[in-house]
């Protein structure tokens, strides 16, 4: 069957969402709120079992990242230290002919509903001069609404595990490197939303901050910085610097994304070009994903040096520092050529952040030599690696992925098309499917229930008795549920050699084996772990 293309294939994933009850459109009824997107029963369980995922990969299965779940609403001196009140905009401009809003480095792409929609620049001799939209969601606190109570929805999660940085390091007895993942919220008044759920309002974050030595500490302690040249290897080095950090978690969030069922294929690495980068950045990473409307971003992989926990000690007086025992001895037995050296290169990083953040130039020298000193004792400011992904924007990559059109036999073994959504088993909404093969026959019924029962404490279960089997299954390849179990007479012991076998339908291959049911639990836990 013909691939579908682009818009075409959109427009048919669109309309799979909303007929399966995997995406809504928010507050439907009233006519929908743009850029607001609500999750149905499946889009509910496949966005759970993605940030599960990811949260047990983060945090569970690792000793070296804990979690964080902060508030949605915060101080706004954060948004103030963090850069976003001054420069979190997107330059924007409205379209005379139809009135419409866009951001200004999207005009071209986006079409005025009044002029022809083959028309290549559709707002081209009609716009409004370019102004700045700070894209953050502004309310108050408390009853009075005045500047004094102004906040605002976070833009992102990441600003709330600077802020804790401390009580957490404190708290959870770990040591540099180390990180803080969070799952959360975040909110964007986006010019713009578009492309479904890509560009959303509201949209949830799974972002790691990962704390790492100044790379003048590495080479304190262990004498060389590992290059970032060197091959990657998912097998972390105490002479790891920044970028030996940074292509360590680019390659784990791919390695993460092939393991929930995006092929390699699918992705690209998009590696920023020293004046694409923010000024703190010292690299940044993207991984794309193959939209049928473009390949777009997913995550972004930024290494942020020391620049937001320094603004926070900044902004709020209080130190965001570290003390290493491990630096301060090998400091201690380091020759003096190698202490000017290393204190040179500190000096020189801190004093280019303090002046760049508008410190006058004496100020900044006297801190930065400060900070020298006190890097001397085993004292500084962690550097960053951040991996920052959004959910929404996987669920709609996996939900791509997985869209398929082919051809299955019906009840009379003719080929009829199927839509199918190939959800790798770890993360589909439903596991397995348990069919009665017929409704009308009291011990079929009682027996799949039975079965049910066997498996719903392990992984989720749809029963379904109603309408023909073909019919059943083919519900079930449109919800991505990637195995069907069905309870026929066989099952009660009409081949007496089958008593207590079921039939277990794989959703790619369609093949059916015959399996007793007491190996049902721990064969389908082994393919859905
Ligand atoms: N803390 C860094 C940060 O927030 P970002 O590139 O602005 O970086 C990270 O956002 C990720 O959050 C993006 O790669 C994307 O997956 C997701 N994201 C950002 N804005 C979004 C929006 N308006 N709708 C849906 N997802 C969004």
Redesign the pocket.
Known sequence: MAEPKGNELMDKIVSLCKRRGFIFQSSEIYGGINGFWDYGPLGAELKRNVKELWWRRMTQQRDDIVGLEATIIMHPQIWKASGHVDTFNDPMLDCKTCQGRFRADQIDEIPCPLKPSNSVSQCTGAKTPVRNFNLMFKTNVGPIESADNLAYLRP?T?QAIFVQFKNVLETSRQKVPFGIAQVGKAF?N?VTPRNYT???RE?E?M?LEFFIRPDEAVEAIGGIVASGSQPSTLNPQPNWGWEAWHKYWVEARIRFYENIGLPRATLEEYWQKPEELAHYAKACVDILFKFPFGTQ????IAARSDFDLSQHQRFSGKSMGVFDEELKAAWAKLDETKKTELSQRYFEARFKYLTKMGEPADKAEKQAREDVAGLAKGNYIPHVI?P???V??LILALICNAYAEDQAPDEKGKLESRVVMRFHPRIAPIKVAVFPLLKNRPELLNKAKEVRDLLRPHMTVFYDEAGAIGRRYRRQDEAGTPFGVTIDFDTLGEKPELLNTVTLRDRDSMKQDRIKIDELVPLLLEKIR
């Open positions: 992102e990441a964007r986006e890509f560009r959303s949209f974050q972002e971003e997913l995550e972004g951040e920052s992904a959004g929404d924007r």
